[in-house]
């Protein structure tokens, strides 16, 4: 691979000003034609990657314990769904595991924070996609001031402390900010009011929200800096073009999948033996 | 559509002759090619209906309840993960809830035998796959006498009270047998043996279930026989080849989901109001 996207969309050392960062851009690919010209073949050494991870945690005498985790945050619109529905698109469910988190249930705001998604984390070969994440924890709950001060500033170590657990047990965690301008946002909404078969998607809370654009801008900005490790680094991805979100996230998967390295397991018992057994059968 | 699959593969009324049920046979179609010509079209549809059915689980003032249980059976190497992937590959993640199930847990088997079931039911709006279910508790659990014949009798009639009972709650339960020979089966064991990429798929117990093929056979015809009913009935798929066996299943899928007619739900809000605060936002 020519360029590489994990440098490329690497989030920049604090401080991050998410306004310096241009959410139309397409660093490492000049058009749309180009990205899904490539894109087929890129889909393909993914899938590839993704069944040798599965694959090497079942056979052999010595399963791996390698896992994947792609966490994806921002704001409503962004592409979180689309991205999921992209990813799912190209890997084998079998080896897949995908969260959604909505509000918090009642259960759920009795354990602490960490605790429903430790719940969902990916077993060993498994590629875990989680649609917002233990980072809502920092985000609408900041935002929107759920727990006292005092008790989401302590947040951000304890989800570093977390993410290097995670990194100890074989998971690599992949951290994707979908940045989108406030315009966008403002379009896709429309987008939605527009289209009857959209109608649903729309919530009257979204307006609400939306006005709190300045408020979780800075709170991801915050998340940015503080939970940007070498461990588990945050990538940026501008999402303003669903091609290119799509684009940047499959190459930042297959790049980080490459580095594990999985490999086909040996087969843990005699090839030719077990032939004559089937054929005897 | 002018065949319906729903017809064409549904279960022969009782006694069930298995080796009667010809499982290299592509009833409705009459070439791969025509398949394959009329797949994207089907799978297309197959989309629309699924996210017609998510939708109006979510939207509206009175969300539907309506789901649907895709039920996976048949003998090692029948093509339930493949069938999985093909699915998978057609419908939105975020509505589909994909369950595979492995030889019960410790902590499962110190519950009734459906109470890992239950627990993995499709929600409203979601398209449910099960890969291998309940039904392994008259099928393994028969043939290889894992707990007494008094108890495994007793799950039949357990099975469709069950059935009936998600029918009532709005769950459409849609039984498939991948029905293979077993030279198909021979064949795709020797292939896995024959390929370093599927060395990982093979078991060495591969043999010895192969080996009491006729039990596994009657335990079916029984299956097949005392659980296909009016409400929740099986169908049986020819699946020696893997195209028609996509092809059918998507089909039943789709002749399924337009009995259930979903429909895209009213907005529940004043859709030019919404329009105005969200241009004024």
Chains 1, 2 share one sequence.
Request: charged share 30%; glycine share 6%.
């Amino acid at each position: 691979m020519a360029k590489s996207y994990t440098h490329l969309l690497r989030a920049p050392d604090s401080p991050v000003k998410l306004s310096k960062l241009a959410s139309d851009a397409h660093p490492g690919v000049d058009s749309k034609s180009e990205a899904l010209q490539k894109l087929p073949k890129l889909a393909a050494r993914l899938a590839d990657l993704q069944e040798r991870l599965f694959a090497q945690s079942r056979g052999g005498t010595e399963p791996a314990r390698q896992s994947l985790l792609l966490v994806l945050q921002g704001m409503d619109t962004s592409g979180k769904g689309g991205t999921v529905k992209h990813v799912a698109g190209v890997m084998d469910p079998g080896g897949l595991h995908i969260t959604s988190f909505k509000a918090p249930t009642k259960e759920e705001l009795s354990h602490d924070f960490l605790w429903r998604i430790r719940k969902a984390l990916p077993k060993p070969g498994v590629v875990g996609v989680f649609d917002r994440s233990h980072y809502e924890d920092v985000l609408i709950v900041r935002v929107r001031d759920l727990v006292p001060r005092e008790q989401w500033e302590l947040r951000y170590g304890l989800i570093n402390e977390f993410e290097q657990e995670l990194a100890d047990q074989g998971t690599t965690v992949v951290k994707c900010f979908l940045h989108i301008s406030r315009d966008t946002q403002k379009e896709r909404l429309l987008a939605r009011l527009d289209d009857p078969t959209k109608l649903w998607k729309y919530s009257t809370n979204d307006v609400a929200e939306r006005k709190l654009w300045p408020a979780y801008k800075e709170a991801y900005q915050a998340a940015l800096n503080l939970t940007s490790t070498e461990t588990a680094p945050w990538y940026v991805i501008p999402a303003d073009r669903k091609w290119y979100r799509n684009f940047a996230i499959t190459n930042l998967l297959v790049e980080t999948l490459e580095r594990l390295d999985p490999k086909w397991p040996p087969a843990g018992y005699d090839i030719e033996e077990e032939k004559q057994r089937v054929l005897a059968s």
